[in-house]
C-alpha cells in the first residue's frame, strides 16, 4: 500500500496535478519516492518472509503456491531489470543535458529524483527476486 500511495504521489507531481489547490513539487516528490522505495523493501521483506514460513516452517497458501508455480526468478530480474533501466537511462538523459550545457547548474531536479526512485526500486526487486529463489533453492515439498 506505501508503495502504491508513493507512486501515485510521483506520478501526481510529475504531471502537475493540483491537489487541494495547491501545487505539489520537489518535496513531495522526494516524500513519494520515500514511500515507494520503503513500501517496495517492505513488501520484498514480506514476501521473503513468507516464502521461509511456507518453505521451512510448513505454512500452507494456496496463493503463494499458485504464485510460487506462475512465477520465477526470470521474471523478478526481467521486472527489476527494466525498471532499473528505465532509472540509468533517465539518469544518463541528465547527464547528457548537463554536459550539453557545459557542465553548469543542473536544473533536472524532479527528473533527478525520479532516477534515483526508479534505480533503487529495480535494484530492490533484482536482487529480492535472487533472495527469494536462493530461500526456495532447500525447500520441503509436500
Known amino acids: 500500500m506505501l508503495a502504491a500511495i508513493g507512486t501515485i504521489v510521483s506520478i501526481l507531481v510529475l ?41 521451512f516452517m510448513g505454512e500452507k497458501d494456496a496463493w503463494f503456491d499458485a504464485a510460487r ?31 550539453d550545457h557545459g557542465f553548469g547548474a543542473l536544473g533536472l531536479t524532479r527528473l533527478a529524483i525520479v532516477a534515483f526512485e526508479l534505480l533503487v526500486v529495480g535494484l530492490q526487486i533484482f536482487f529480492s527476486s535472487f533472495l527469494l529463489s536462493v530461500i526456495g533453492l532447500r525447500r520441503r515439498d509436500g
Open 69 to 99: 508455480g506462475r512465477f520465477r526468478l526470470e521474471h523478478g530480474l526481467l521486472i527489476g531489470g527494466a525498471i532499473t533501466v528505465g532509472g540509468f537511462v533517465t539518469a544518463l538523459i541528465i547527464v547528457i543535458q548537463w554536459i
Open 15 to 55: 504531471v502537475q496535478v493540483h491537489i487541494f489547490g495547491r501545487s505539489w513539487d520537489v518535496h513531495a516528490l522526494i516524500g513519494g519516492a520515500l514511500f515507494t522505495i520503503i513500501g517496495v523493501q517492505v513488501l520484498a521483506l514480506g514476501l521473503c518472509a513468507h516464502a521461509y514460513g511456507t518453505y
